[in-house]
């Protein structure tokens, strides 16, 4: 079989089983099988040869019972860095490049990352802030290991410590000017509608916590004023329909200057804050 016919019938075989952009995705395949660079498949074609053709079947088949294309290929690239992903860990979102935005607007010298899943938001808020150093914290410890593996991988190994435990619970630390988070924010009743890609493959403690969403709000609004700086910064994602009670759940615990921020399709995306 052709290259081209073998990435014809993935297709075919990807949107049968509800694959939303199964023609990128069959792609994306086959340069992993065949070692090719992302996005120059139509110009390398002839790497793919019997070998790559065998590999990309398998790949497909993995698609087809919809394992995300990041969990298939081990890899996401995260604001221009690559990070491994595993299935103990979030599959980082483009959404969350927001929060690091907002995080690099202003200046930070030691950050506090709560539910670090791979590290991506910690480590990329150390690589682009040369100098400053952070924790990130979680309660896998599958994902800690990931987020290590990344930290090295980067050689930000001597600037990110990890930290296992109940969101501060434990920590032993305090000082910080900047905390970012990114908690599991989906409410245990809506996760029966979510793709299968969230529902049977990624991590369900990363996504839920099985009430209504807010449970790590609360502790995070609660807790966090013992560990940060005076004026230190607050930024958090939220789910679109939390742009008004998360910032209430701050207000009531004393934070100050309390932003929401929207993304481009003007939904609630962020909310920014600072402690007194
Ligand atoms: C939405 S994921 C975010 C992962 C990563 N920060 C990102 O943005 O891609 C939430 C993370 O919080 C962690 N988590 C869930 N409950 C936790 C808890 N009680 N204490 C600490 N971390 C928790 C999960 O294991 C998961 O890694």
Not at 5 to 23: H, P, S, T
Not at 137 to 159: K, V, Y
């Amino acid at each position: 079989m052709s290259p081209q016919d073998a990435l014809r019938a993935a297709v075919a075989r990807l949107r049968a089983a509800g694959v939303e952009d199964a023609a990128g995705d069959a792609r994306r395949l086959m340069e992993h099988a065949a070692g090719i660079t992302p996005g120059l498949l139509s110009t390398q074609r002839e790497r793919v040869d019997e070998a790559a053709l065998a590999r990309f079947a398998g790949l497909v088949a993995q698609r087809e019972s919809r394992v995300p294309v990041a969990q298939i290929i081990g890899r996401r690239a995260f604001f221009g860095r690559d990070f491994r992903v595993t299935e103990a860990t979030l599959d980082p979102r483009p959404e969350t490049e927001h929060l690091v935005e907002q995080a690099l607007a202003e200046p930070f010298s030691l950050v506090l990352d709560l539910g670090t899943g791979t590290g991506c938001i910690l480590l990329t808020l150390l690589a682009e802030r040369p100098g400053s150093r952070g924790i990130g914290t979680d309660i896998s410890a599958a994902a800690l290991a990931i987020a290590r593996e990344n930290a090295d991988c980067l050689g930000l190994g001597d600037r990110a410590r990890f930290h296992h435990g109940d969101w501060l619970e434990g920590l032993g630390m305090d000082g910080f000017d900047l905390v970012v988070s990114n908690p599991p924010y989906i409410a245990g009743s809506e996760m029966a509608s979510l793709a299968p890609e969230l529902r049977l493959h990624e991590p369900r403690a990363a996504l839920t916590d099985e009430g209504d969403g807010l449970a790590a709000y609360h502790v995070i609004a609660r807790d966090l004023p013992e560990v940060m700086a005076p004026g230190g910064r607050l930024v958090l994602e939220i789910g679109h329909e939390q742009g008004e009670t998360v910032p209430a759940i701050l207000a009531r615990a004393g934070f100050a200057e309390i932003r929401l921020h929207r993304d481009l399709a003007g939904k609630p995306r962020i909310v920014t804050a600072r402690a007194v």
